[in-house]
C-alpha cells in the first residue's frame, strides 16, 4: 500500500518512513508539474468564436457587438474571411463586468 491509497482511509494512524515520504513528496511535485504544464498550453492556445456566440455569451444584441467594435471596446478579427471574436477577449469583457 502506497501513501496516496493510505490517504483514502480514514481513521488511521500511520508511521511512514523517510524513503516514502521523500517518493510521495517527488510524486505530488510531478503531478502539480504536469497541472501546471496543461494550464499554461490551454491559455496560451487561443480559440475564436462567431459573433452569435459572441453575443450570446456576453448576453448582448448583436448590434451592441458592432457598436463595441466601433469604439475599440471589443474589437473581431478575421480568420479566413469571417470576424471572429478571440474567447479571451470574451472572458475579459465577462471578468470586468
Same mark, same amino acid.
Given at each position: ?32 508539474? =504536469?497541472?501546471? !504544464? ?12 462567431? %459573433?452569435? $456566440?459572441? @453575443? ?10 458592432? =457598436?463595441?467594435? !466601433? ?12 470576424? %471572429?471574436? $478571440?474567447? @479571451? ?9
Amino acid at each position: 500500500m502506497n501513501i496516496k491509497e493510505i490517504l483514502n482511509e480514514t481513521n488511521i494512524t500511520v508511521s511512514v518512513g523517510l524513503n516514502d515520504l521523500k517518493e510521495f513528496a517527488k510524486d505530488i511535485i510531478q503531478q502539480t508539474k =504536469r497541472e501546471m !504544464k496543461d494550464l499554461v498550453v490551454a491559455e496560451n492556445t487561443e480559440t475564436y468564436i462567431s %459573433r452569435q $456566440r459572441a @453575443s450570446e455569451m456576453l448576453e448582448v444584441d448583436p448590434s451592441t457587438l458592432w =457598436r463595441w467594435a !466601433k469604439q475599440d471596446y471589443l474589437v473581431p478579427v478575421s480568420v479566413g474571411g469571417k470576424k %471572429r471574436y $478571440r474567447m @479571451s477577449d470574451i472572458n475579459n469583457r465577462l471578468l470586468n463586468r
